[in-house]
């Protein structure tokens, strides 16, 4: 329970709806009888600055920060780390006595997964794919504990270029090599390989950087750092070939224990880190739950109040671009018009989707009309449908002027109208329908929980099903 002495620690990010942080934080400070709680900041652009003076002057222990602010809170801070600063990345703040000191634990996160893993860094052949941010950070670890060869091969060669002559510089030796893509062919030797482009995250999970089986012949050891999925098309050809291969979910973990580390000033043990592990497999494989239906149907107030009673986070699709452009959905709708509405929408949701488990979900009326949208809802999670009566929806709706698509002369009608009109929509998205006329918010509720429950055991008995073919 928290009180008076509760500590807080938290993420700053855009977007931050999506993480997975508070599920590692809050579950060790349940485990380690710690009096703290762990809270996602959504930062909007260009408020870096205010944000990281606000979590200071509110008393938060610590934070970390996310995309795209892990450079930009660099010159707000009291102190960095040197790692931190040689990699020019920080994504964990420690509260000092007049500001925050920056801390980057996404490397030594990656350094204790290996270790975890028994994979050796020192004296091993390394090879990185990719040249981006994380590429950078990789090849200054890699070198840093003592790998006998480092050779990057990436798409943009010159990227690749930029990042052996700064590693080069600072280890004062030629260690660091670099070689295009598409020309793998000419490596020799036995390699570990940091898989650091985003090439096989979700959606795109059947594609990877290079597909000749010969290539994997040359990794005893795989690292992809993509997460989602959790077996991605690279994982599958090293193991396929012999070697080993992990996923990037030990540096998303061990960066966060490392992070719990240096705010609490106490250990996380190995027993207990698998613990946390085990929780964010389970909770990846988390369906979602989206709520669907006609303006009026209840979709908010009805996942709000869910969203409390499974303990989960509730995600506003509306409120997300509403906060997201800085304008109401009335305003989007008088001065962009629907069409740029429907594309803002159809963007996020393919954010979205695979990013998201175990949320609950609230959608715009108009958002399942597309069927690009039908087909991303029903990735995100199960859809739950809130069929409506126009009468209903009349009677809940007759005096809010913020709705553009009931300024009219006759609502009533132009409710019976679009009801008509987007029936067959909804049926089509929906993998469960709940009739809300006459209900009271609890009995839609308990509608919904025996309705998902027994549609979550037929999926499941389908895959036993799909498992046993
Ligand atoms: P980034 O800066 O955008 O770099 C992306 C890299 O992927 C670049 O080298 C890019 O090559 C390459 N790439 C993209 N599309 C490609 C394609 N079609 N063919 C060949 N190469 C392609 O990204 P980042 O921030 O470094 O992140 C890289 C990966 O690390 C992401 O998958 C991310 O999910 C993962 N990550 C994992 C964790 C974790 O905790 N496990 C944490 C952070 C990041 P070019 O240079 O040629 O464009």
Redesign the pocket.
């Known amino acids: 329970m928290y009180d008076g002495y509760t500590r807080t620690c938290g993420l700053i990010g855009n977007p931050v709806e999506h993480t997975i942080s508070p599920l590692i934080h809050n579950y060790l400070a349940e485990k380690m009888e710690d009096n703290l709680v762990y809270v996602p900041f959504h930062v909007p652009q260009g408020q870096v600055e205010e944000a990281v003076k606000g979590v200071f002057a509110l008393n938060l222990l610590g934070c970390n920060v996310t995309?795209p602010y892990k450079s930009e809170v660099i010159p707000y801070l009291e102190q960095i780390d040197p790692l931190a600063q040689r990699i020019g990345a920080v994504n964990t703040l420690v509260r000092q006595e007049k500001g925050f000191k920056g801390y980057n634990t996404?490397m030594p996160?990656?350094y204790r997964a290996l270790e975890r893993d028994g994979v050796k860094i020192q004296g091993a052949e390394t090879l990185i794919?990719?040249?981006?941010?994380?590429?950078?950070a990789v090849a200054i670890l890699l070198a840093e504990k003592g790998a006998s060869r480092i050779v990057i091969l990436?798409?943009?060669v010159e990227?690749?270029f930029h990042i052996a002559q700064e590693v080069n510089g600072y280890v004062g030796r030629e260690l660091v090599e670099v070689l295009p893509?598409t020309e793998y062919r000419k490596l020799t030797g036995s390699y570990l390989v940091i898989q650091?482009?985003?090439?096989?995250?979700y959606p795109r999970v059947d594609?990877v950087?290079i597909d000749d089986p010969d290539f994997y012949k040359l990794i005893h050891t795989g690292y992809d750092?993509?997460?989602n999925p959790q077996v991605t098309r690279f994982v599958q050809l090293v193991r396929q070939s012999g070697g080993k291969a992990y996923?990037?979910?030990?540096?998303?973990l061990y960066?966060g224990v490392i992070a719990y580390e240096l705010w609490t000033g106490k250990a996380v043990s190995d027993e207990l880190a698998d613990k946390v592990y085990d929780k964010m497999v389970e909770a990846m494989g988390n369906k979602n739950l989206v709520m669907m239906g006609f303006m009026g149907s209840g979709k908010t107030s009805v996942g709000m109040e869910l969203s409390y009673l499974r303990k989960s986070v509730f995600v506003d699709t509306d409120q997300m671009i509403e906060e997201r452009e800085g304008k109401s959905i009335s305003e989007i709708f008088a001065t962009e018009g629907e069409e740029a509405f429907r594309d803002k929408e159809t963007k996020l949701l393919k954010e979205l989707a695979g990013s998201l488990h175990g949320k609950i979900l609230s959608v715009g009326g108009g958002t399942p009309l597309r069927e690009e949208n039908r087909r991303l809802l029903k990735e995100i999670g199960t859809v739950i449908y809130l069929r409506i009566c126009p009468e209903t929806v009349y009677e809940r709706l007759k005096s809010d002027n913020t709705r553009p698509l009931l300024q009219c002369e006759n609502p009533l009608e132009r409710i019976c109208a679009l009801l008509e009109q987007r029936k067959e929509v909804y049926e089509d998205a929906a993998d469960v329908v709940v009739d809300v006329d006459g209900l009271t918010m609890e009995e839609v509720i308990s509608i919904i929980q025996s309705k998902i429950t027994s549609s979550l055991d037929t999926e499941e008995v389908k895959q036993i099903e799909k498992g046993a073919e």
């Not at 650091?196 to 995250?201: H, L, N, R």
């Open positions: 995309v996404d996160g990656l794919l990719g040249a981006g941010g994380v590429a950078r990436n798409r943009s990227k690749a893509l650091a482009t985003s090439v096989g995250m594609e950087v750092l993509i997460y996923n990037g979910l030990g540096m998303l960066q």
